[in-house]
């Protein structure tokens, strides 16, 4: 007991000293990365606190609101998210740790953490995959004593109404939450042994607690004639054919977000989880918790929209415990585990130092040249800050226009950030997204505007413009990039007298 308490201590403060060593390297990573379009626009759009956003519930955004303010907008403001995750990797080492043992839950920590997109995407940026990780981890850890344990005297509610609160939490940061109470259902129908919970009604009251806590995405839907719940819903529309070549992208990606050299103990837990999951609870409840997920948005681009994959990211977290399970059971030998690990964070640290000196200063691209039509998606993290010097757009004395308009709603983001919370900066004729909600068009009529667009979408655009303004002067041509290179031209048009509002394409 004694040499369990000693090993269970030891493991304690190993996965203590990965959160942080990865923490820690999450910051560096923030500070050498700029903040990508995503991050620039919910930077935008969380200016203005509202129950619910376009793109996503709201729960990221309120943070990115608050964290902006306390950090300014800059790389600063994915602190909290950084500290969130820190907090994720030690509810993964408590989970694993409760179902498989302490030395199960170091190596969960550590695959978790060295995962391209946990690492990286999840684990620090400004998107709402931070707050729903946490909240789906901490979900888990609530039910599954009382799901696992086999005690009939367990006083269920406790255990239920934390898991209703973690569900609401997590449905209020990102609507892929769904998949995860549809896999605790799953369970629940596919085990003789918890079909008492289904007359039970500590579930039910969990239920309608986690709907207490979403309330505010219904009723901002239900203002907005629910074009959020329209936008996502319609994202995944199939179509009359098959894309098997999109099934096959979905599937290189997934394996790339979760970094090539984790494969072999992820696939390895997932198949040990397969096999067990008839004998073993635990294994059958982590299956349910993830599968829905991966599979679904695994398969979905083979009847529609491509998809991202990292959609199928919060089923994968599932995954990490039954990874730290088969990697603690089957690599016996201590030192090449170790060895592999230390290979890992060697990888990972090369990656991350290509990525950062590469983004700012574009130095590959001296050695090899980008194929015919493709662009350098490292110029997404470059800040576009050299804008506010232009005269155009009130720098150098100049006098700041009316308001700023643009084409499409990832540029907006990127005006946003450069100009600052003076400037109202409106998105047409592209999608908006949650740009819309910000500024109503018809405030502006007779107001001059400068249009800001990268200088390729010019020639396309600009037709679209000639309705609405008295006249439109020649564009003035700014280059941007790293060290002088000439990587970013974008053109400032003067528009005067807007005649009238922009159309939007939401009814507000």
Known sequence: MIA????????????????????????????????????SYTLLISRRLALSYFDHPPLHQWIAHFSALAFGETWAARLPFIALFAGTGWLMFRLTRQLYGAAAGVW???????????????????????????ALLAAALAIAPLLLSGDPEASPWRGWLLTGLWLGLAGLSKYLAIF??????????????????????????????????????????????????????GRGTPDHELHPGQVAGIILGELAMLTPWNIVPIIGGLGAGLAAARRDDRAQLLLCLSLPAIVFFTLQPLFGDRGFPHWTMPGWLFVFPLMGEWAARTWADAARARRWAVASVAALAVVAALAISHANTGWLLRFYGLPKGQTDVSLEAWPWAALRDQPLLGGGGGALPGFVVTGKWGTAGRLGLALGRQTHILVFPGDPHGVAFLEKPAAFVGQDAVIVLPLAEVADTMPAYQPYFTSIDPPTVVTLGRLGAPEIPIALIPAHGLKKPFPMPYLR
């Open 180 to 233: 995860a109470a549809l896999g605790l259902l799953l369970f629940i129908i596919f085990s003789p042994r918890q079909w008492r919970w289904l007359l039970h009604p500590a579930p039910y009251a969990a239920g309608l607690l986690a709907l207490a806590i979403i309330s505010p995405v219904i009723i901002w839907n239900a203002q907005h004639h629910w074009v959020s719940f329209h936008f996502q819903a």
């Open 4 to 39: 369990d308490a000693r090993a269970d201590a030891a493991a304690t403060r190993a996965a203590l000293a990965l959160i942080a060593a990865f923490a820690l390297a999450r910051v560096g990573l923030a500070m050498g990365l700029g903040l990508g379009v995503d991050e």
């Open 108 to 134: 969960a920590v550590f695959g978790l953490n060295a995962a391209l997109f946990f690492l990286v995407a999840a684990g620090g940026w400004i998107v709402p995959d931070g707050p729903l990780l946490f």
